[in-house]
């Protein structure tokens, strides 16, 4: 009988866990191995892509890819883990609840947004957090369109000036003025916390935050936070008032809570807290990845982000390790030593920075066709073909 891994998530991180480890047992010439992917859908869908317009259009098919490699896939919604029993409890597409068993488990399945119970945001906010909640945006801002002129109409407020808010906000006068025409008056504003623009970038990479949000007419309320959201706007924490037909939360993400049964450390995120290779301590047949994992990337203090360029290596080691755990091979530590950033600012261009002290390499339209590079083509999947795929999946080949 064959043993089975399976995973959890068909994001970034569980899709190249399974392509992973399809590569590692094809490689040891071991057809006793099954790889298996529970996902609601077997689709990648490319969360940095969501600040995007038809944002319908930022999802890959994973079937040519996973038929090509004989990865198995359950469409369904895992609910819980059982540990001391190693199988997953799931709802299948008609609703109805099973289990399937596994011999190696990978938690594979993201995070998602938190309001930190702000009144009135689950009712009154948008979010780009998810393709349906990013398509409802979409669908909101293009029905404004046919609403009488007025200055709410034409405001979108923007909650948190973090890396999505920044390339939402600064998307986001073109976009308007595409719908409302280019001599509306259109307003964006940031509402963040902190005190500076762009406050946790490095010095080089905060002035140009700055320089394209003045140039772009973004305004920043710095020191500022939201104290509740209605139909016609946001009132701030300190009592003034933003009229807007349009809020859209962006601060606060969280690791998925799949797996709180488990009895392991978690971080301020949500993440379980991982072996070098990515083991849940405790668990040896169950690993984390991606937005679920907290992993030292090197030896000098830094850990994975919960960004894409993690996950997609954090995955690959996971897929890896599980496979190596189950043909009785030695495991690889995780390590990713590169670190690169690269926001989009809009009709303004983009920048990239390297180093985890971000310095800045690109800017304006050079940085742009660097960003386009990177989330339409380096992050989709590989082409559904053995070879390339599994060149791609190698764990130890550069990504970054
Ligand atoms: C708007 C936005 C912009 C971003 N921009 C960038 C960027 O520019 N650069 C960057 O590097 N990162 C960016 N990120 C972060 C990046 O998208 C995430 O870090 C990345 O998607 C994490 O990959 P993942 O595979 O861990 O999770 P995800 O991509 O979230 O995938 C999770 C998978 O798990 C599945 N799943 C969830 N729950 C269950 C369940 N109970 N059962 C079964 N399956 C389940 C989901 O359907 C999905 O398939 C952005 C994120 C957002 C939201």
Same mark, same amino acid.
């Given at each position: 009988?064959?043993?089975?891994?399976?995973?959890?998530?068909?994001?970034?991180?569980?899709?190249?866990?399974?392509?992973?480890?399809?590569?590692?047992?094809?490689?040891?010439?071991?057809?006793?191995?099954?790889?298996?992917?529970?996902?609601?859908?077997?689709?990648?869908?490319?969360?940095?892509?969501?600040y995007e317009a038809?944002?319908?259009?930022?999802?890959?098919?994973?079937?040519?890819?996973? =038929?090509?490699?004989?990865?198995?896939?359950?469409?369904?919604?895992?609910?819980?883990?059982?540990?001391?029993?190693?199988?997953?409890?799931?709802?299948?597409?008609?609703?109805?609840?099973?289990?399937?068993?596994?011999?190696?488990?990978?938690?594979?399945?993201?995070?998602?947004?938190?309001?930190?119970?702000?009144?009135?945001?689950?009712?009154?906010g948008f979010?780009i957090?998810?393709?349906?909640?990013?398509?409802?945006l979409?669908?909101h801002l293009?029905?404004l369109?046919?609403?009488?002129?007025?200055a709410a109409r034409n405001t979108v407020v923007v909650c948190g000036g973090g890396?999505t808010g920044i390339e939402l906000a600064t998307e986001l006068p073109s976009r308007l003025k595409t719908l409302f025409?280019?001599?509306s008056k259109t307003k964006v504003v940031v509402v963040e916390?902190?005190?500076?623009i762009?406050?946790?970038?490095?010095?080089?990479?905060?002035?140009?935050i700055r320089?394209a949000s003045d140039e772009l007419g973004v305004e920043w309320r710095l020191?500022a936070?939201i104290?509740?959201?209605?139909?016609?706007g946001v009132?701030?924490?300190?009592?003034?008032?933003i009229n807007a037909s349009t809020v859209v939360w962006t601060?606060?993400?969280?690791?998925?809570?799949?797996?709180?049964?488990?009895?392991?450390?978690?971080?301020?995120?949500?993440?379980?807290?991982?072996?070098?290779?990515?083991?849940?301590?405790?668990?040896?047949?169950?690993?984390?990845?991606?937005?679920?994992?907290? =992993?030292?990337?090197?030896?000098?203090?830094?850990?994975?982000?919960?960004?894409?360029?993690?996950?997609?290596?954090?995955?690959?080691?996971?897929?890896?390790? =599980?496979?190596?755990?189950?043909?009785?091979?030695?495991?690889?530590?995780?390590?990713?030593?590169?670190?690169?950033?690269?926001?989009d600012l809009g009709a303004w261009?983009?920048?990239?920075?390297?180093?985890?002290?971000?310095?800045?390499?690109?800017?304006?339209?050079?940085?742009?066709?660097?960003?386009?590079?990177?989330?339409?083509?380096?992050?989709?999947?590989?082409?559904?073909?053995?070879?390339?795929?599994? =060149?791609?999946?190698?764990?130890?080949?550069?990504?970054?």
């Amino acid at each position: 009988m064959k043993q089975r891994i399976l995973i959890i998530g068909s994001g970034f991180a569980g899709m190249w866990a399974a392509v992973s480890a399809a590569r590692l047992a094809y490689l040891q010439n071991n057809d006793a191995v099954e790889i298996a992917v529970l996902a609601p859908q077997p689709e990648l869908r490319v969360r940095p892509r969501f600040y995007e317009a038809n944002v319908a259009t930022t999802t890959a098919d994973l079937q040519p890819l996973f =038929a090509e490699l004989d990865i198995r896939f359950i469409t369904g919604h895992a609910e819980r883990i059982d540990a001391a029993e190693n199988r997953v409890w799931y709802k299948t597409l008609q609703s109805d609840t099973t289990f399937i068993p596994y011999d190696k488990l990978i938690l594979a399945s993201g995070s998602h947004l938190h309001h930190f119970g702000i009144k009135g945001i689950a009712e009154y906010g948008f979010d780009i957090d998810q393709l349906d909640t990013a398509q409802r945006l979409e669908d909101h801002l293009n029905g404004l369109k046919n609403q009488p002129e007025s200055a709410a109409r034409n405001t979108v407020v923007v909650c948190g000036g973090g890396f999505t808010g920044i390339e939402l906000a600064t998307e986001l006068p073109s976009r308007l003025k595409t719908l409302f025409g280019p001599h509306s008056k259109t307003k964006v504003v940031v509402v963040e916390k902190g005190s500076v623009i762009g406050g946790r970038y490095s010095e080089a990479l905060r002035n140009i935050i700055r320089e394209a949000s003045d140039e772009l007419g973004v305004e920043w309320r710095l020191n500022a936070g939201i104290e509740m959201v209605d139909a016609e706007g946001v009132t701030l924490q300190d009592g003034s008032r933003i009229n807007a037909s349009t809020v859209v939360w962006t601060a606060g993400v969280k690791a998925n809570p799949l797996g709180e049964n488990l009895t392991a450390d978690r971080d301020a995120l949500g993440r379980f807290v991982v072996s070098p290779e990515l083991q849940i301590p405790g668990y040896s047949n169950i690993y984390a990845t991606g937005d679920m994992a907290h =992993a030292k990337t090197d030896d000098v203090g830094n850990t994975a982000l919960m960004t894409c360029q993690h996950a997609i290596q954090l995955g690959k080691f996971a897929g890896h390790n =599980a496979a190596a755990s189950l043909l009785g091979m030695e495991g690889l530590p995780y390590r990713q030593q590169n670190y690169v950033t690269c926001l989009d600012l809009g009709a303004w261009g983009a920048v990239y920075t390297e180093g985890w002290d971000q310095q800045v390499k690109l800017v304006r339209e050079e940085g742009k066709k660097l960003k386009i590079a990177i989330t339409n083509e380096l992050i989709y999947p590989p082409k559904a073909d053995r070879e390339i795929a599994f =060149a791609a999946a190698d764990p130890l080949a550069k990504f970054v």
